[in-house]
T-cell receptor, first 111, second 113 residues
Framework: DQQVKQNSPSLSVQEGRISILNCDYT??????FLWYKKYPAEGPTFLIS?????DKNEDGRFTVFLNKSAKHLSLHIVPSQPGDSAVYFC??????????FGKGTKLSVKP | EAGVVQSPRYKIIEKKQPVAFWCNPI?????LYWYLQNLGQGPELLIR????????DSQLPKDRFSAERLKGVDSTLKIQPAELGDSAVYLC???????????FGPGTRLTVL
């Protein structure tokens, strides 16, 4: 049973607009959440993280929101750029530190 | 600073043959991970090392997979014998500790014919 779910396999947005990628989790013991970006033929690259004691973390154009009651997090990219086109993975971990990944969402930003 | 180095980048073998993957983590990173990524899926943990000790190998299919991290630096993942279903990307990652976001290598794409 999947503990981290990304229900949208793909997302297409126009350059300059907002991209919103969503992620749901089932394990209430998760206390640390991350987003990774992956380009073809490369390994995933860490993007941004959030601890369960916070509900928002911002880094430049990237903001992650955490709703613990709904077991939901989202990644906002504003403004979206063509170079943001990649597969985005949501990941979560508990106290043991091992990351559990979702299946990913492929973002396409069109010029 | 050099990133996580993996070799080979691509490997094609016949089923039932053995195969080995090598990983050199970022210098000073005590935690090393091997992940498996199937097409259309996210990475799945195979094994995690803290220095030279395997602290979590619960997802490693031990009948055919083995791993080692001698001297707590480089690591090797081996499959013997390989099966068709082992075709995937094998990712190595490292971090300073278990709660620091791991840095991933480029992966080894294995094709078993």
């Amino acid at each position: 049973d999947q503990q981290v779910k990304q229900n949208s396999p793909s997302l297409s947005v126009q350059e300059g607009r907002i991209s919103i990628l969503n992620c749901d989790y089932t394990n209430s013991m998760f206390d640390y959440f991350l987003w990774y970006k992956k380009y073809p033929a490369e390994g995933p690259t860490f993007l941004i993280s959030i601890s369960s004691i916070k509900d928002k973390n911002e880094d430049g154009r990237f903001t992650v929101f955490l709703n613990k009651s709904a077991k939901h997090l989202s990644l906002h990219i504003v403004p979206s750029q063509p170079g943001d086109s990649a597969v985005y993975f949501c990941a979560a971990s508990g106290s043991q530190g091992n990351l559990i990944f979702g299946k990913g969402t492929k973002l396409s930003v069109k010029p | 600073e050099a990133g996580v180095v993996q070799s080979p980048r691509y490997k094609i073998i016949e089923k039932k043959q053995p195969v080995a993957f090598w990983c050199n983590p970022i210098s000073g990173h005590n935690t090393l991970y091997w992940y498996l990524q199937n097409l259309g899926q996210g990475p799945e943990l195979l094994i995690r090392y803290e220095n030279e000790e395997a602290v979590d190998d619960s997802q490693l299919p031990k009948d055919r997979f083995s791993a080692e991290r001698l001297k707590g630096v480089d690591s090797t993942l081996k499959i013997q014998p390989a099966e068709l279903g082992d075709s995937a990307v094998y990712l190595c990652a490292s971090s300073l500790s278990g709660r620091v976001p791991p840095v991933f290598g480029p992966g080894t794409r294995l094709t078993v014919l």
